[in-house]
């Protein structure tokens, strides 16, 4: 009971603990009670992983992508909702508590590194065999990785940040200028590249799962750097850029290509989702038991609420099974069947009318068991996310799956080269072709062939609309099109749906007008929150706000 006391004391402090700043806490544990414990130790450092964000639902029952042309969130009561009017100011944005989050991560990683450098090496712990070395060594490795990508959750948020890389008084944090976007990234680059010394590769087994290993820290160095080069924040075009983040994902590359058995693309879509820890995911959070994806996202008349539905340009980045966009003459797209031969991938992802879920066929028709407006939450856009769910949980017996939520994986990486290498060269090279080929082999659709001729120009949009569709509801688009600088073009625009009316054997599909989006170019990073500033009178607000 004293280990289980001390242990429930231990994370109490440190999960309740809201900022940089090392306070007294009025506590009878001091740091040698945790530090000089294995099992106090290790689990300390546990307890650093859990400010990563699970994207189930974790925007007030809404997916992020609600907060994109991804989808709409039909319930009218969630704060997602306010990225798309312009709610969002200084003093109210649903995702305030995340600046407060990271680093109330990044200090756990801090006072991690620090007491392993003296409290847990003078105890011993680390020299009392082989095993304890590795186990110490893997453990540095983690809190480097864990402090890089808590930075990185900031700074894309948020740009100009605080640097943190040791523990910190309350009077030292006056003190700590905030950064450029450039020196963020230059920051969070040298930590990953120094825990890819201490991580091996791989997790060696089950008991690691959800822990991350030199492929995280790897993966994450190789989606800074993309972010770092693209126009947002690259308005200069400088392509060494460019080319600093091809190689970071080259990386990842020729890892999976010495050890196909262990990672790279699964032979089925579906089964990423369904299938905790695959050989596809490079860092995910630990699984936790649950079904509320499948009671917030179902539809209706399957028992759920419906609250995520697909836009209708969602819905129509999909190409054929031909290979080409809809609006291609080559495609063989028929609006009057508009699900017909398309991408497979969509029927993974959206629940459109017609196709069967649990068994029975989805009625998004008006009147429809599933129709629009059917319920107060039913779908608004005649669509309705079907990503993630496993539709042979018995809501009504309460039936959950454990499963995590995937912060990189392999396809991501594919995609960061091809972009990366794309806008680096002239003309695209074989190497654009075969990253893009790789994903869309998978998908069953036909590859590009270096034959046709792209121009840098359409390679960059078939690129793109990839990431668009294998990527969709995974937290990236929101991201996407702010670092392209094309907020403007996608995200000021109406929302569409597709209305669909049965008069006996004719089915007529009407595209319409949703709702209309606001974006400004100030949107592109959040404010920071104005309670952040009043307690820090150092930091300057983002430009617009």
Same mark, same amino acid.
């Given at each position: 009971?004293?280990?289980?006391?001390?242990?429930?004391?231990?994370?109490?402090?440190?999960?309740?603990?809201?900022?940089?700043?090392?306070?007294?806490?009025?506590?009878?544990?001091?740091?040698?009670?945790?530090?000089?414990?294995e099992?106090?130790?290790?689990?300390?450092?546990n307890?650093?992983y /859990?400010?990563? !964000?699970?994207?189930?639902?974790?925007?007030?029952?809404?997916m992020?992508?609600?907060a994109?042309d991804?989808?709409?969130?039909?319930?009218?009561?969630?704060?997602?909702?306010?990225?798309?009017?312009?709610?969002?100011?200084?003093f109210?944005n649903?995702?305030?508590?995340v600046?407060k989050?990271?680093?109330?991560?990044?200090r756990?990683?801090?006072?991690?590194?620090?007491?392993?450098?003296?409290?847990?090496?003078?105890?011993?712990?680390?020299?009392k065999?082989?095993?304890?070395k590795?186990?110490?060594?893997?453990? /540095?490795g983690?809190?480097?990785?864990?402090?890089?990508?808590y930075h990185?959750e900031?700074?894309?948020?948020?740009?100009?940040?605080?640097?943190?890389?040791?523990?910190?008084?309350?009077?030292?944090a006056?003190f700590?200028?905030?950064?450029?976007?450039? =020196?963020?990234?230059?920051?969070?680059?040298k930590?990953?590249?120094?825990?890819?010394?201490?991580? @091996?590769?791989f997790?060696?087994?089950?008991?690691?799962?959800?822990?991350?290993?030199?492929?995280?820290?790897?993966?994450?160095?190789s989606?800074?750097?993309?972010?770092?080069?693209?126009?947002?924040?690259?308005?200069?075009g400088?392509?060494?850029?460019?080319? @600093?983040?091809?190689?970071?994902?080259?990386?990842?590359?020729?890892?999976?290509?010495?050890n196909p058995s262990?990672?790279?693309?699964?032979?089925?879509?579906?089964?990423?989702?369904?299938?905790?820890?695959n050989? =596809?995911?490079?860092?995910?959070?630990?699984?936790?038991?649950?079904?509320?994806?499948?009671?917030?996202?179902?539809?209706?008349?399957?028992?759920?609420k419906g609250?995520?539905?697909p836009?209708?340009e969602?819905?129509?980045?999909?190409?054929t099974?031909?290979?080409?966009?809809?609006? @291609?003459?080559?495609?063989?797209? +028929?609006?009057?069947?508009?699900?017909?031969?398309r991408d497979?991938?969509?029927?993974?992802?959206?629940?459109?009318?017609?196709l069967?879920?649990?068994?029975t066929?989805?009625?998004?028709?008006?009147?429809?068991?599933?129709?629009?407006?059917?319920?107060p939450?039913?779908?608004?856009?005649?669509?309705? !996310?079907r990503?993630?769910?496993?539709?042979?949980? @018995?809501?009504?017996?309460?039936?959950? /799956?454990?499963?995590?939520?995937?912060?990189?994986?392999y396809?991501?990486?594919l995609? +960061?080269?091809?972009?990366?290498?794309?806008?680096?060269l002239?003309?695209?090279?074989?190497?654009?072709?075969d990253?893009?080929?790789?994903? /869309?082999?998978?998908?069953?659709i036909?590859?590009?062939n270096i034959?046709?001729?792209?121009?840098k120009?359409?390679?960059?949009?078939?690129?793109?609309?990839?990431?668009?569709?294998?990527?969709?509801?995974?937290?990236?688009?929101?991201?996407?099109?702010?670092?392209?600088?094309?907020?403007?073009?996608?995200?000021?625009?109406?929302?569409?749906?597709?209305?669909?009316?049965?008069?006996?054997e004719?089915?007529?599909? =009407?595209?319409?007008?949703v709702?209309?989006?606001?974006?400004?170019?100030? !949107?592109?990073?959040?404010?920071?929150p104005?309670?952040?500033?009043?307690?820090?009178?150092g930091?300057?607000?983002?430009?617009?706000?």
């Amino acid at each position: 009971m004293k280990y289980i006391s001390k242990l429930f004391l231990l994370l109490t402090l440190f999960l309740s603990s809201c900022n940089i700043l090392d306070k007294d806490i009025d506590t009878n544990l001091d740091k040698d009670d945790i530090f000089t414990d294995e099992r106090f130790a290790q689990g300390f450092l546990n307890s650093t992983y /859990r400010e990563l !964000m699970n994207g189930f639902n974790r925007l007030d029952k809404a997916m992020f992508a609600c907060a994109s042309d991804e989808a709409i969130c039909s319930y009218s009561g969630s704060a997602v909702h306010g990225y798309n009017n312009g709610a969002i100011t200084p003093f109210y944005n649903p995702e305030e508590e995340v600046w407060k989050t990271m680093y109330v991560g990044i200090r756990k990683a801090n006072v991690f590194l620090r007491e392993l450098d003296t409290t847990i090496k003078d105890a011993g712990l680390i020299d009392k065999n082989e095993q304890s070395k590795a186990t110490y060594t893997r453990m /540095r490795g983690e809190a480097l990785f864990l402090r890089a990508f808590y930075h990185f959750e900031l700074a894309k948020r948020f740009s100009n940040i605080q640097l943190i890389d040791k523990v910190l008084t309350e009077e030292d944090a006056k003190f700590v200028k905030q950064s450029t976007f450039t =020196e963020a990234i230059e920051f969070i680059v040298k930590d990953c590249v120094n825990a890819t010394t201490y991580l @091996d590769n791989f997790n060696k087994d089950a008991a690691e799962y959800g822990r991350a290993t030199r492929l995280s820290a790897l993966a994450l160095k190789s989606r800074a750097l993309l972010y770092l080069a693209s126009k947002l924040n690259n308005p200069a075009g400088d392509k060494q850029l460019w080319k @600093d983040a091809a190689d970071a994902a080259k990386e990842v590359m020729d890892i999976q290509v010495k050890n196909p058995s262990r990672v790279g693309l699964l032979s089925a879509y579906y089964s990423v989702f369904t299938t905790p820890y695959n050989n =596809e995911i490079l860092f995910a959070t630990s699984s936790e038991s649950s079904n509320e994806i499948e009671l917030y996202n179902n539809p209706i008349s399957y028992g759920g609420k419906g609250y995520t539905n697909p836009t209708q340009e969602l819905v129509d980045a999909y190409e054929t099974t031909k290979g080409y966009p809809i609006d @291609d003459p080559r495609s063989g797209y +028929n609006p009057e069947n508009p699900y017909k031969s398309r991408d497979p991938r969509m029927e993974y992802t959206i629940s459109y009318n017609g196709l069967k879920f649990s068994g029975t066929p989805i009625e998004t028709f008006v009147g429809g068991k599933d129709g629009l407006n059917k319920t107060p939450t039913a779908t608004r856009t005649g669509y309705y !996310m079907r990503k993630f769910i496993d539709q042979n949980l @018995d809501l009504s017996k309460d039936q959950k /799956r454990r499963r995590p939520w995937i912060l990189f994986r392999y396809a991501e990486v594919l995609l +960061n080269y091809a972009e990366a290498m794309n806008e680096y060269l002239e003309t695209p090279d074989q190497s654009v072709y075969d990253a893009v080929n790789q994903i /869309r082999k998978r998908a069953k659709i036909p590859q590009l062939n270096i034959r046709m001729e792209l121009s840098k120009e359409e390679m960059r949009q078939r690129i793109r609309n990839e990431r668009r569709v294998e990527l969709a509801f995974e937290e990236h688009r929101f991201w996407d099109v702010r670092r392209w600088g094309e907020g403007d073009t996608y995200f000021n625009q109406p929302i569409h749906g597709m209305r669909i009316t049965v008069n006996g054997e004719e089915i007529v599909y =009407e595209p319409f007008v949703v709702e209309e989006r606001i974006f400004e170019t100030k !949107m592109n990073y959040y404010p920071i929150p104005q309670s952040e500033i009043q307690k820090n009178g150092g930091l300057v607000q983002n430009s617009g706000w």
